[in-house]
């Protein structure tokens, strides 16, 4: 049971690594909001300390599939 809770800890420091290291690049302030911003922001976050290791993960493009009519 006490390794969940450390286990927990490490994905939650992890990820807010990750958005201070988004907010470091200013994609929250960034006033385009598209897809590709959104899947770069959420790459950002995941990479976590990678990314102060040289990971600057970005997402090019992106399609999203249109609704049915």
Sequence with gaps: MRGRGIIGVIV??????GVFATWQRGYFSNSETNC?????????????PLNYGGVNPKVASCNLPQPSQ
């Design 12 to 17: 939650i420091v992890w990820l807010l690594i």
């Design 36 to 48: 590709a911003t959104a899947g770069s922001i959420a790459l950002t976050v995941v990479a976590g």
